[in-house]
């Protein structure tokens, strides 16, 4: 079984979220939407997840590695609705005010969060298609966290280093806080680069999402086009977003199945 401290490692990075987000989020939980409630719930919770599942494989405990892997059906859709809500919030600030940093920040985040979102739902798809095949399927599964790095990365920066809080240097905060996760994925590719396609994959999200925040994001039509994100129904978005998310669940799952496998059993 490869990566097997896994467990800690993802252990600690549920302990680096705490602390990166705890200036700004966790002391200010009143402050914040029901949105953002929901997207650090399934976040911390799919962490927790990864934790279990990695300890589970790596203590010869797979009667219970694939029971709680089951919450991935009402997880992953949660997931991608706590995303899309956020992004539609997002959108909503910036259609309230297109000229102040806040708003021009904003709008970057407009290509950083849809392709996290996109990385994290094919690797994941991924991860069950090929659930059978050990060495991809934990690199998958793995690589899916590998893209909270970037914000834990920039929050940490930002707190331990002055030059990187003012409004005005966001940008270089950003800047290292992807630098640190392509970095780290990189490294993991390394380590077998004949098992290393997941986390090239995710470099290559990583990689798209730090050159899009600083040339794209910052186009002013742009703007405007992802504020027009704001006008669609959130109640229909959300309830879409659930959708899909347990289509993918489903179809992954099907798609990684053994062949011959009865139709009968994948449903149980």
Do not use: C
Not at 136 to 145: K, Q
């Amino acid at each position: 079984m490869p990566f097997r401290s896994a467990w800690i490692y993802v252990l600690a990075l549920l302990a680096l979220t705490f602390v990166a987000f705890w200036p700004g989020y966790f002391t200010k939980l009143q402050t914040h939407s029901m949105a953002h409630h929901a997207h650090a719930a399934s976040s911390v919770l799919w962490i927790v997840l990864a934790i279990v599942q990695s300890w589970t494989a790596h203590h010869h405990r797979l009667a219970l590695h694939r029971a709680t892997g089951l919450a991935i059906f009402l997880l992953f859709p949660f997931f991608l609705v706590g995303g899309m809500w956020v992004i539609h919030v997002e959108a909503a600030t910036l259609a309230r005010d297109f000229t102040s940093i806040e708003g021009k920040q904003i709008a970057q985040f407009g290509f950083f969060d849809p392709l996290a979102n996109l990385a994290f739902a094919l690797l994941f798809w991924l991860g069950l298609r090929h659930r059978y095949q050990v060495q991809l399927h934990a690199r998958y599964m793995l690589a899916t966290l590998l893209f909270v790095i970037s914000p834990i990365g920039f929050r940490l920066l930002a707190m331990l280093i002055p030059f990187f809080r003012p409004d005005e240097n966001f940008s270089y905060a950003m800047a290292g806080g992807n630098l640190i996760a392509l970095a780290i994925t990189l490294y993991l590719f390394r380590q077998a680069s004949s098992h290393g396609r997941p986390f090239l994959i995710a470099a290559g999200f990583i990689a798209a999402q730090a050159i899009s925040f600083d040339t794209l994001g910052r186009i002013p039509g742009w703007a405007l086009m992802f504020a027009a994100v704001s006008r669609v129904n959130l109640p229909f978005l959300l309830f879409l977003s659930a959708i899909l998310g347990v289509a993918i669940a489903w179809h992954g799952w099907i798609a990684g199945a053994r062949p011959g496998t009865p139709k009968a059993a994948l449903a149980a």
